[in-house]
């Protein structure tokens, strides 16, 4: 069965018929927010029920739209969090990888800014490190992202996609070796995205993110992981009674390869090992429970069928 990304937005009425439905499909809701009278719903569904939630969902006034990003966490890397890096560009982008389904965390580098002085912390790195992809919003000139690369890519180990003034081909020549992605045409700016050539520059990257993201998601299905991130966490939040009094209104984030529980580490590492998923395997055997870098979280990472020695 393969899982679509979709995002359904209705009206509050009847709303629980929806959710009924995408969990009977065998889909996973991986995210719910409550807007006044409008549902928003950013969901897993199974692609061959897609035409049906759209039948059933039009009675409702409701929309299915296709999210690319669904089920991804993504860092956005602002040079720094003076007022000529953040907010504008950093924001926008945020947001609008928001709109495609994408659980979007902002970085401000505390030295990050010039091409003489950026640099990455060691704590930067991890915090980055625990996410599907990195973007680096870089500035306008080339000389600049080309000598500040080097040390931005260093110790990272997973997709990098640089955005900058540069064009998409200039951006090419300067950065060797190559990243993941690039969007060029879209450095340092003062102003909101507002006109139509900015919007197509957001709309280029959510595309980028979506290319660049596909290609890992087909060397994961090379070696399957043991569990559905989205199935570990319908797993811990009806296991694991505690996730309901986390006040962040997505407890859990699903990732490509794995979960973070927004849990402290000390006090609740020990009995998520002991979580039960199907036949009693405990989640402790088929995952990688580490303390994360952000706020004391718990990561999970699941591990593929070829290291645990379970049959598929």
């Known amino acids: 069965m393969i899982l679509v990304p ?7 009425y009847r709303h629980d018929e929806i959710l009924n439905l995408i969990e009977d499909m065998g889909g996973y809701i991986i995210q719910k927010h409550m807007i006044a009278q409008e549902v928003v719903l950013q969901a897993l569904v199974p692609r061959d029920d897609i035409e049906t939630l759209r039948v059933i969902s039009r009675p409702l006034t409701g929309e299915v739209i296709f999210a690319p990003l669904v089920g991804t966490e993504i860092a956005i890397v602002s040079m720094s969090l003076e007022i000529h890096h953040l907010p504008h560009a950093s924001c926008d982008v945020a947001e609008y990888l928001r709109t495609a389904g994408a659980k979007t965390n902002m970085i401000g580098l505390a030295r ?19 996410h599907d992809l990195v973007i680096y ?14 040390t931005f890519r260093r110790g990272i180990h997973i997709p990098i996609v640089v955005t ?13 070796p190559p990243v993941a992605g690039y969007v060029g045409g879209f450095g340092r700016f003062m102003h909101r995205t507002k006109e139509a050539p900015e919007i197509s520059k957001l709309d280029d990257i959510v595309s980028e993110v979506s290319r660049v993201l596909d290609g ?34 997505v407890p859990v984030v699903v990732q490509m390869d794995g979960v973070r529980v927004k849990l402290p580490y000390d006090p609740f590492a020990v009995r998520l090992k002991e979580v039960k998923v199907e ?7 088929i995952t990688d ?24």
Request: aromatic content about 6%; charged content about 30%; some cysteine.
């Open 137 to 150: 919003l870089f500035g306008n000139f080339e000389t600049c992202i080309k000598q500040k690369m080097p």
């Open 279 to 285: 036949k009693g395997v405990p989640i402790g055997m």
């Open 216 to 249: 890992r998601r087909s060397e994961i299905a090379k070696d399957p992981l043991s569990i559905s991130p989205a199935r570990l966490m319908d797993v811990i939040l009806e296991q694991l009674p505690d996730i309901h009094d986390v006040t962040s209104p």
């Open 112 to 130: 990050g800014f010039g091409k003489r002085i950026g640099l990455l912390s060691d704590e930067e790195r991890d915090i980055i490190n625990e």
């Open 6 to 12: 979709i995002t359904y937005k209705g009206g509050v």
């Open 164 to 176: 900058g003034g540069p064009s998409t081909e200039a951006l090419k020549k300067v950065i060797d």
């Open 289 to 312: 429970i580490r303390p994360s870098r952000m706020r004391d979280y718990i990561l999970v990472k699941v591990k593929p069928f070829s290291d645990t020695g379970l049959m598929v």
